[in-house]
Every structure is written in structure tokens, then in C-alpha cells.
């Protein structure tokens, strides 16, 4: 299996997930959704890194709502540092936006990927990667990591 075809199964089990999240306790939701995301992002530091595309080919999302806001209950809510390398205050992230904001990130590189246009699929996946969601992902692993072993 080529890296980005791990990727794409990768992709569509953290949708599952998100889809079907809330059916879970807290406890399995909290540890499922640190294994997906840890996987998700594995396999998208291994995209290719993005690159010129020139043409697009245009692709619809389908018209399916955004997927389903997963509750974290009280660990939704976090502190972090937005940015390691530069002193600032403390910010406040949360679980639930995080995870949808990587699944909204996904959407597009999926619908040209499901269409046949791997080359843009990528192009979304590897861009988005570097330029946002990524950094939700390291972002929700912090704070999953923590929630799932709160006695530390």
C-alpha cells in the first residue's frame, strides 16, 4: 500500500469516527479519537509535500452537513501555546473544533479523490496539512493525551 493510499484509509476512518463518536462513552471516545488522530497524522506527514497544480478541475461537496460536533465534556476545553518558538500568552483550544476543523479540511481533498482528480486530493490533503490542520492535530494530541491519562 503506497503512502497515500495509507492516507486515504487513514482519512476515511477519522470521518467514520467523527460520524460516529458521540454513539460512544466518554472514556472510548477520549481514547479512539487520540488513535485516529495519531494515525491521521502519521500518514500526512508522509503526503507528498504539495505542489503546483496549475488547472483545476472543479469538484462539489456533497451536500452533507459538516460532520457531527463530538462532545468531550469537560475535557473539550484546554489550554495551550500557540506558537513554541515565540513567548505569548496562553490560548484556549478545544477538542471539538479541532477535530472538526481536520475533518472539514479533509472534505475537499476527499470529494476530489472519490471524483478520480487524485493529483488536487493530495494537493488539498498535503497544503492543508502543512497549513492548518496539522496543527490541530498536534494541537488535540497534547490535550488527548492528557484526558486519557488524567493521574499523570
Same mark, same amino acid.
Given at each position: 500500500?503506497?503512502?497515500?493510499?495509507?492516507?486515504?484509509?487513514?482519512?476515511?476512518?477519522?470521518?467514520?469516527?467523527?460520524?460516529?463518536?458521540?454513539?460512544?462513552?466518554?472514556?472510548?471516545?477520549?481514547?479512539?479519537?487520540?488513535? @485516529?488522530?495519531?494515525?491521521?497524522?502519521?500518514?500526512?506527514?508522509?503526503?507528498?509535500?504539495?505542489?503546483?497544480?496549475?488547472?483545476?478541475?472543479?469538484?462539489?461537496?456533497?451536500?452533507?452537513?459538516?460532520?457531527?460536533?463530538?462532545?468531550?465534556?469537560?475535557?473539550?476545553?484546554?489550554?495551550?501555546?500557540?506558537?513554541?518558538?515565540?513567548?505569548?500568552?496562553?490560548?484556549?483550544?478545544?477538542?471539538?473544533?479541532?477535530?472538526?476543523?481536520?475533518?472539514?479540511?479533509?472534505?475537499?481533498?476527499?470529494?476530489?479523490?472519490?471524483?478520480?482528480?487524485?493529483?488536487?486530493?493530495?494537493?488539498?490533503?498535503?497544503?492543508?496539512?502543512?497549513? @492548518?490542520?496539522?496543527?490541530?492535530?498536534?494541537?488535540?494530541?497534547?490535550?488527548?493525551?492528557?484526558?486519557?491519562?488524567?493521574?499523570?
Amino acid at each position: 500500500m503506497t503512502d497515500i493510499d495509507q492516507f486515504v484509509t487513514a482519512a476515511r476512518s477519522f470521518r467514520a469516527f467523527m460520524r460516529a463518536a458521540n454513539d460512544l462513552d466518554l472514556e472510548a471516545r477520549l481514547r479512539e479519537a487520540r488513535t @485516529h488522530v495519531l494515525v491521521l497524522y502519521a500518514a500526512g506527514t508522509k503526503l507528498p509535500h504539495w505542489f503546483e497544480l496549475g488547472v483545476r478541475d472543479k469538484v462539489s461537496l456533497p451536500d452533507e452537513p459538516r460532520e457531527a460536533l463530538v462532545g468531550f465534556g469537560k475535557h473539550d476545553f484546554y489550554w495551550e501555546v500557540f506558537d513554541p518558538y515565540q513567548e505569548a500568552p496562553l490560548v484556549g483550544g478545544a477538542l471539538s473544533d479541532d477535530l472538526g476543523d481536520i475533518a472539514a479540511d479533509l472534505a475537499l481533498g476527499m470529494a476530489y479523490w472519490d471524483a478520480g482528480f487524485s493529483d488536487q486530493a493530495v494537493w488539498e490533503w498535503s497544503f492543508h496539512f502543512d497549513a @492548518h490542520w496539522g496543527d490541530h492535530a498536534v494541537d488535540a494530541l497534547r490535550a488527548l493525551h492528557r484526558a486519557c491519562n488524567p493521574t499523570r
